[in-house]
């Protein structure tokens, strides 16, 4: 069974342009959630989709980031324009639905460095 | 979420058992305690997870006091594939269903 994956590994970008990070879940997991982890920062949640729709964006920290999730499979994750404090690194990760606590798969991850 | 304590970081010999502990004093009863660990590089990974009753499975053993305030995570023969930052977390089943990380636990397996 493929893993959670997360395209690109790696990017660079400059202050003001337009990244999007992408995540396949584990086919089958209804439950997607995106969260990243600042420079010294504890990782933090973002937001969590089950299917396509969004059951969770409490830790969306502005309106420069937009996720999507359309048709319930993959998931983008834009950020428009960015900023210096953007940088870290973006974890997405997948479940099961109703699954009795069993953990999430989580990708390896984007590093999102902005300069 | 019940929030949770752990030491910053620990070392371990290679082969030793290595001890994680975590107190989350304010547990709630439907609340379960989860672990994850982080290796350099890597998303985290899950480890094991209990309610009440000691857990074991082919990573680690998960013991929870009976009073549930506090847990330990066992890694029986640690290896330096181990060394990693181990994360306790607590969560209920139902609600809302995000992770909600800490510092963790430096973990340093020693040859």
């Known amino acids: 069974e493929a893993g959670v994956t997360q395209f690109p590994s790696h990017s660079v970008i400059e202050k003001g342009q337009t990244v999007t990070l992408r995540c396949d879940p584990i086919s089958g997991h209804d439950n997607l959630y995106w969260y990243r982890r600042v420079m010294g920062k504890e990782i933090k949640f973002l937001l969590h989709f089950v299917k396509e729709s969004k059951q969770d964006e409490s830790g969306m920290p502005n309106n420069r980031f937009l996720a999507e999730r359309t048709g319930g499979t993959y998931s983008t994750l834009k950020v428009q324009p960015a900023e210096l404090e953007d940088s870290g690194v973006y974890f997405c990760?997948?479940?099961?639905?109703?699954?009795?606590?069993?953990?999430?798969?989580f990708g390896s991850g984007t590093r999102l460095t902005v300069v | 979420d019940a929030k949770t304590t752990q030491p910053p970081s620990m070392d371990c010999a290679e082969g030793r058992a290595a001890n994680l502990p975590c107190n989350h004093s304010t547990i709630s009863g439907n609340e379960y305690v989860y672990w994850y660990r982080q290796i350099h590089s890597q998303g985290p990974q899950y480890i094991i997870h209990?309610?009440?009753n000691n857990e074991t499975n082919e990573m680690a053993s998960l013991i929870i006091t009976e009073d549930r305030k506090s847990s330990t995570l066992i890694l029986p023969h640690a290896t330096l594939r181990d060394t990693a930052v181990y994360y306790c977390i607590v969560r209920a089943l139902e609600g809302a269903q995000k992770l909600v990380f800490g510092q963790g636990t430096r973990l340093t397996i020693n040859p």
């Open positions: 209990g309610l009440k």
């Open positions: 990760a997948s479940s099961q639905v109703a699954r009795e606590g069993y953990g999430y798969t």
